[in-house]
T-cell receptor, first 114, second 115 residues
Framework: DTAVSQTPKYLVTQMGNDKSIKCEQN?????MYWYKQDSKKFLKIMFS???????INETVPNRFSPKSPDKAHLNLHINSLELGDSAVYFC?????????????FGPGTRLTVL | AQTVTQSQPEMSVQEAETVTLSCTYD???????LFWYKQPPSRQMILVIR??????QNATENRFSVNFQKAAKSFSLKISDSQLGDAAMYFC????????????FGKGTHLIIQP
């Protein structure tokens, strides 16, 4: 059984389009995250949600809007896509906000903006 | 803000040998956690090992162990008896004890295993 799943795994789109990436976890975790991995493999936190409430919003352009309809889902909507948005986006979850909790990562979504 | 530095962009080791990956970090906090994550070509992020800052004893997981030097803010990963399946990107990561700020990653070390 997949613990953290993301759809789609690959997304190719034109500049200016709007797209969404979905994330679901079946671990019963309270906390979910979005990370961005750029072309040089650098990973950076974008958002975190705890019990459907936004906890972290790390200097991400407001074209990126996360939505958490329930604790098991955290979707990422991106408006007016730009070339620089091309990256791999990872969703993750953990039992709670405590620093020592392991974060379980999804398989990633490779977004390519042409 | 916390920073994590991995000074080795790439390392190469012969199969069955031992390799050590370096990581240093900068923080003014006393309560924090350190992690090593592995990312194979499949791009799945896999937790290798975790260290609590309040624990003096170095964490060990089978062939993987860390050398945690709190005063020096150093957290290196030792892989013993390297196997072909260990080939991957390895990321060192930091997280505050409160956890509200997510994981802060280093830039990664690409580990190559020579058969």
């Amino acid at each position: 059984d997949t613990a953290v799943s993301q759809t789609p795994k690959y997304l190719v789109t034109q500049m200016g389009n709007d797209k969404s990436i979905k994330c679901e976890q079946n671990l019963g975790h309270d906390t979910m995250y979005w990370y961005k991995q750029d072309s040089k493999k650098f990973l950076k936190i974008m958002f975190s949600y705890n019990n459907k409430e936004l906890i972290i919003n790390e200097t991400v352009p407001n074209r990126f809007s996360p939505k958490s309809p329930d604790k098991a889902h955290l979707n990422l909507h991106i408006n007016s896509l730009e070339l620089g948005d091309s990256a791999v986006y990872f969703c993750a979850s953990s039992p709670g906000l405590a620093g020592g909790n392991e974060q379980f990562f999804g398989p990633g979504t490779r977004l390519t903006v042409l | 803000a916390q920073t994590v530095t991995q000074s080795q962009p790439e390392m190469s080791v012969q199969e069955a040998e031992t390799v050590t990956l370096s990581c240093t970090y900068d923080t003014s906090e006393s309560d924090y956690y350190l992690f090593w994550y592995k990312q194979p070509p499949s791009r799945q992020m896999i937790l290798v090992i975790r260290q609590e800052a309040y624990k003096q004893q170095n964490a060990t997981e089978n062939r993987f162990s860390v050398n945690f030097q709190k005063a020096a803010k150093s957290f290196s990963l030792k892989i013993s008896d390297s196997q072909l399946g260990d080939a991957a990107m390895y990321f060192c990561a930091y997280r505050s004890g409160g956890g509200a700020d997510g994981l802060t990653f280093g830039k990664g070390t690409h580990l190559i295993i020579q058969p």
